[in-house]
């Protein structure tokens, strides 16, 4: 698809992709989305107005829904270095965001970094996004 068709098209479309399961397909589809609504939060934070703070915050509050989904598009395709990228934005923007602090963790887990996953799924347990698996046994005090 190119940028001569309409948005909300393609976001369905993008949508779609994700929904059947190509989700490298979906990917590719919902970056171009979010590429493309990200440089107008940047001309706006150039202007230090107030009037450009709150276009921009709107704009981010509009692309944090289509990062998720972008970013559980490329969890879902293994591409965990993206994923992190994006959540670990996300996470910066809206750090009380438990279901972003739980697929950071989720994404370090897969990627092998246990260590590293830890902290996000704590503060996805403590937010109430995330239970602790009762196999997994109580949190390691570390502090000793």
Known sequence: ???????????????????RGDFRAAATALA?????????????????S???????????HGTTEL??????A?????????AETVLVRIVEEAPTDGYAHLLLGRTLQRAGRH?????????AEILG???RPSAYGSPVDRSE
């Open 67 to 72: 990062r998720l989904l972008l970013a559980r």
């Open 1 to 19: 698809m190119n940028t001569t068709t309409p948005f909300s098209l393609r976001l369905s479309w993008a949508q779609s992709l994700f929904e």
């Open 50 to 60: 107030d009037a450009g703070m709150v276009v921009e915050a709107e704009i981010l």
């Open 115 to 123: 260590d590293e996953a830890a902290r996000p799924l704590a503060l």
């Open 129 to 131: 996004d995330y239970e």
């Open 32 to 48: 171009e989305l979010v590429d493309e609504l990200e440089p107008a939060t940047g001309l706006a934070a150039g202007q230090g």
């Open 74 to 82: 490329y969890f879902h395709s293994a591409q965990f270095t993206r």
